[in-house]
T-cell receptor, first 110, second 114 residues
Framework: EDQVTQSPEALRLQEGESSSLNCSYT??????LFWYRQDPGKGPEFLFT???AGEEKEKERLKATLTKKESFLHITAPKPEDSATYLC???????????FGKGTTLSVSS | DAMVIQNPRYQVTQFGKPVTLSCSQT?????MYWYQQKSSQAPKLLFH???????NEADTPDNFQSRRPNTSFCFLDIRSPGLGDAAMYLC?????????????FGSGTRLTVV
């Protein structure tokens, strides 16, 4: 069964304190791994798609990396506006839909 | 801007009273999805349409139905809402291609059942 596990469930950082979020997955033929940001009471906002091991993508203070078993979302020098829940999802060879993890809720204080 | 729009943002319905949630997209995407998200849980796929083809997830209750009258619009019908159906309902659209560059989600409809 395809599965996505995110850790930690919650993370508190001081402004400027860099850290990483983890997404481990088991999937029957990875077609893509997706990162989304979700603010309270809103729909997920697309951040990145990664397709193969070794691939990296960056956007402002965020950098996503992918191995054969997991993905990391690195947050460099976070700011309070980076506070949100970060969702990881995968798509397998057979399906057209995303399978989500429960997310990591990030809180950044000034 | 091209986007996915859900209406209403908040919906309160009575136990057992049918309710319909609406979603429209201006992206001309082939695929539209409905997800259910309960507090602190992962979004759970209910069903999706690939063009006019309806695809139901095996564990989606019969109480949930969907309609897609045209490319732009998709509706979620809950025939007899129970207290356990209170959740955020998320609509998304995608191209459905092999390299799907990430779905676009709407802002969601928060459903409360009283």
């Amino acid at each position: 069964e395809d599965q996505v596990t995110q850790s930690p469930e919650a993370l508190r950082l001081q402004e400027g304190e860099s850290s990483s979020l983890n997404c481990s997955y088991t999937v029957s033929g990875l077609r893509g791994l997706f990162w989304y940001r979700q603010d309270p009471g809103k729909g997920p906002e697309f951040l990145f798609t990664l397709y193969s091991a070794g691939e990296e993508k960056e956007k402002e203070r965020l950098k996503a990396t992918l191995t054969k078993k997991e993905s990391f979302l690195h947050i460099t020098a976070p700011k309070p506006e980076d506070s949100a829940t970060y969702l990881c999802a995968v798509k397998n060879q057979a399906g057209t839909a995303l399978i989500f993890g429960k997310g990591t809720t990030l809180s950044v204080s000034s | 801007d091209a986007m996915v729009i859900q209406n209403p943002r908040y919906q309160v319905t009575q136990f057992g009273k049918p309710v319909t949630l609406s979603c429209s997209q201006t992206l001309n995407h082939n695929v539209m999805y409905w997800y259910q998200q309960k507090s602190s849980q992962a979004p759970k796929l209910l069903f999706h349409y690939y063009d006019k083809d309806f695809n139901n997830e095996a564990d989606t209750p019969d109480n949930f139905q969907s309609r897609r009258p045209n490319t732009s619009f998709c509706f979620l019908d809950i025939r007899s809402p129970g207290l356990g159906d209170a959740a955020m309902y998320l609509c998304a659209s995608g191209t459905g291609g092999f390299k799907d560059y990430g779905y676009t989600f709407g802002s969601g409809t928060r459903l409360t059942v009283v």
